[in-house]
């Protein structure tokens, strides 16, 4: 079964740092891009962060950049976001998605496969 | 930025009608646009990809159609289980932006 699964979330202070995991299953992840998409509590969609099947091309939404850093390792068949000076507006569920495209900036994209979402909570 | 602006933010309908969200672009982004259904509590669920094909599984009732910065997205007969909210998403350019959403609830 093809699957992602989310870990990491976690309630922190503002300042403060949080690295959430994706784990992939069921396919091999260097044949795609990958991304994190987060929807804070009552809120819509965000796109945070894409990365390419091999890290050649990154993405991040203005929001975060200079924050946040994705990364994945391929041999272990995982997808990473390392969140720094968390601030409570990145208060949300974060998702990762699975692309339909292996290089970042080729069309077409997809997120054909989500996770069940990490919550990640800034508050003091 | 690409914005991606949804239209109603909220719908009410009866069962078996025919259901229709618009989805604008701020510049043109020729086909290049995603739909997703996405039920409480769940994972979004992608439906329609590059404007106007139907993803694998996904009932025929679900269209989409339109190119440059005007979309559509259709559901042909409203059926119980379609209550979710519904978000378009271009991918011309990063950030690959998402409209604000669209909920729709049985009238």
């Known amino acids: 079964e093809v699957q992602l699964v989310e870990s990491g979330g976690d309630l922190v202070q503002p300042g403060r740092s949080l690295r959430l995991s994706c784990a992939a299953s069921g396919f091999t992840l260097d044949d795609y891009s990958m991304h994190w998409v987060r929807q804070a509590p009552g809120k819509g969609l965000e796109w945070v962060s894409g990365?390419?099947?091999?890290?050649?091309?990154?993405g991040y939404a203005d929001s975060v950049k200079g924050r946040f850093t994705i990364s994945r390792d391929n041999a272990k068949n995982s997808l990473y976001l390392q969140m720094n000076s968390l601030r409570a507006e990145d208060t949300a569920l974060y998702y990762c998605?699975?692309?339909?495209?292996?290089?970042?900036?080729?069309?077409?994209?997809?997120?054909?496969?989500w996770g069940q979402g990490t919550m990640v909570t800034v508050s003091s | 930025d690409i914005q991606m602006t949804q239209s109603p933010s909220s719908l009410s309908a009866s069962v078996g009608d025919r259901v229709t969200i618009t989805c604008q672009a701020s510049?043109?982004?020729?086909?290049?646009l995603n739909w997703y259904q996405q039920k409480p509590g769940k994972a979004p669920k992608l439906l329609i990809y590059d404007a106007s094909n139907l993803e694998t599984g996904v009932p025929s009732r679900f269209s989409g159609r339109g190119s440059g910065t005007d979309f559509t997205f259709t559901i042909s007969s409203l059926q119980p289980e379609d209550i979710a909210t519904y978000y378009c998403?271009?991918?011309?350019?990063?950030?690959?932006?998402f409209g604000q959403g669209t909920k729709l609830e049985i009238k």
């Open positions: 998403q271009q991918y011309d350019n990063l950030p690959y932006t």
């Open positions: 510049q043109d982004i020729s086909n290049y």
């Open positions: 990365i390419s099947w091999n890290s050649g091309s990154i």
């Open positions: 998605a699975k692309d339909t495209q292996w290089d970042l900036k080729h069309p077409p994209h997809a997120f054909d496969i």
